[in-house]
């Protein structure tokens, strides 16, 4: 890479070289938005825990803007460790993506790093630290850049960020995980979570096919026993209680900022409409159980009932019946208490709602101009995941401006994987060889042993980071880059 005299200077202003970006914008200086990364104290079952937040000096969580903002902001580290944030979903600059060390440096404690570009695209997005294990104690926050047709509707909007929480320390879970386990400990899954794809790698997939033996491995469906799962911050003993109409329309944007759990989402009972998915229009569908995998957001619309009842709004984890969630009350409704665990687990996240999604603005047809296999790849039993690009572990896509590309994600091992892509939507357009015009994502779930393309324009040169949202599986090697070749 031959950094540009102009990426340097970029570089110099995010590493938090002084005041120089923020008085060349001083035009615009009323826009600034402060954002903090600060210690804090929760309480979970009635325990204190220290853990991270990113607020604003007024307190606010997170960052909403609207539809034709800058996201102009200075991020100010107050912890005493490196660190920083990246903004999951939004396509800025790769200098400003905040990806420790590979879009720039981290931020040192006591320094801040200001950014600056078009709050794009719109929708629900969130951010997140992305440096070492930080997502895991709540170094996360709601990123929102409201839809001017929703600030017109004057619909009342509602955010949940759905987090798991733990009372061990984030290397503590990720050491343990990566202990060596005899074999049979590791249940049925673990058979063919250990096998390498080879280039063969069809003999495998021919495997899950119909003909599977009676001992079929099961997907394993958590690496971490969690000690709660936290809605905006809270649990089921003292829920966050939103004061909404009886009757009235509620938008809620729903945000999966755990670190290693899927969730399945339930509204009460009641049907409502999903309208977006990672913030992006699709065709509305009607649903009463979201699955919202690691990283992923969802916008859905909820009608209150007319008859003043209070709505819970509560997330399950994937084949737990532990759940957290929050209350719609009407003026003066009872609220029941919600259990912390459900009657049932919730079941395992598929890809079926996936399947029958489409883009409300699907990507103009053209020729693909570059097909890359990209084969996720595991060892359960030592905890070592892994990404092949074209057959090469830890590859890097690459890509030319201008190209249309698609990713062809195979999974070979038995867990789900979230995959995420830096600084570009793409579409999903076939599942297990089924052609679909699916929905515009950043992160999409490849469940095991399923194939899952998507495809991109690629317009936005520079380095990015490509890998599994499920922090343990990043960690332990699930992570690879895209570049563009030849930019500058
Ligand atoms: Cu949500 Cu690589 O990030
Ligand atoms: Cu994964």
Redesign the pocket.
């Known amino acids: 890479m031959n950094p540009s005299r102009r990426s340097l200077v970029v570089g110099a202003a995010l590493a938090g070289a002084g005041g120089l970006a923020l008085s060349a914008h001083s035009a615009r200086a009323a826009d600034r938005k402060v954002l903090r990364l600060h210690y804090r104290t929760i309480e979970v079952d009635g325990k204190p825990a220290k853990r991270y937040r990113v607020s604003q000096p007024s307190g606010e969580w997170g960052l909403t803007l609207e539809q034709g903002d800058m996201f102009d902001v200075r991020l100010e580290n107050n912890l005493d460790v490196l660190s920083g944030l ?1 903004w ?1 979903g939004l396509n800025p600059p790769w200098r400003q993506d905040g ?1 420790p060390y590979l879009s720039a440096p981290p931020i040192a404690p006591g320094k801040f790093a200001d950014y600056r570009f078009p709050a794009q695209p719109t929708g629900t997005r969130w951010m ?1 630290s ?1 440096f070492g294990l930080q997502e895991q104690n709540l170094a996360a926050a709601p990123l929102i850049v409201r839809e001017t047709e929703a600030v017109r509707s004057g619909i009342r909007e509602v955010v949940v960020m759905f987090e798991d929480f733990s009372w061990r320390q984030p290397e503590a879970i990720f050491a343990d995980l990566r202990k060596p386990k005899p074999a049979m400990a590791m249940g049925g899954g673990m058979q063919m979570t250990g096998n390498k794809p080879t280039t063969g790698g069809r003999t495998s997939m021919a495997r899950s096919g119909g003909a599977m033996p009676a001992a079929a491995p099961k997907p394993d469906l958590n690496d971490v026993t969690y000690d709660a799962y936290l809605a905006n911050d809270r649990t089921l003993a003292d829920p966050e209680i939103f004061e909404v109409d009886a009757g009235a329309d509620v938008r809620l944007r729903l945000i999966n900022g755990a670190a290693s759990s899927n969730f399945v989402v339930e509204f009460g009972g009641l049907e409502v409409t999903l309208l977006t998915v990672d913030g992006n229009p699709i065709v509305p569908v009607k649903l009463t159980a979201l699955p919202l995998a690691i ?1 992923q957001r969802a916008d859905v619309m909820l009608r209150m009932p007319a008859d003043k009842r209070a709505v819970p709004v509560v997330a399950r984890g994937e084949g737990r019946t532990l759940q957290t969630g929050v209350i719609l009350r009407p003026g003066g409704a009872a609220v029941e208490k919600v259990a912390i665990n459900g009657a049932t687990p919730a079941p395992e996240v598929s890809l079926a709602l996936e399947k029958s999604l489409r883009a409300s603005q699907p990507l103009a047809s053209r020729p693909v101009d570059q097909t890359v296999p990209v084969d996720l790849t595991g060892n359960m039993a030592a905890y070592i995941w892994g990404m092949s690009i074209h057959g090469v572990e830890a590859l890097p896509v690459t890509v030319e401006k201008g190209q249309r590309v698609e990713l062809t994600m195979r999974n070979t091992t038995m867990m789900s994987h979230p995959m ?1 892509l ?1 600084g570009h939507s793409f579409q999903v357009v076939e599942i297990d060889g089924q052609r679909i015009a699916g929905a515009f994502r950043d992160t999409v779930l490849v469940t095991p042993r399923s194939t899952v393309k998507v495809a991109f324009d690629a317009d936005n040169p520079g380095m990015w ?1 490509f ?1 599994c ?1 499920n922090l343990y599986h990043m960690e332990a090697g699930m992570f690879a880059t895209m570049v563009y070749r030849g930019f500058s």
């Open positions: 990246h999951h990806v997140h992305h990283a995420h830096h980071a890998h949202h």
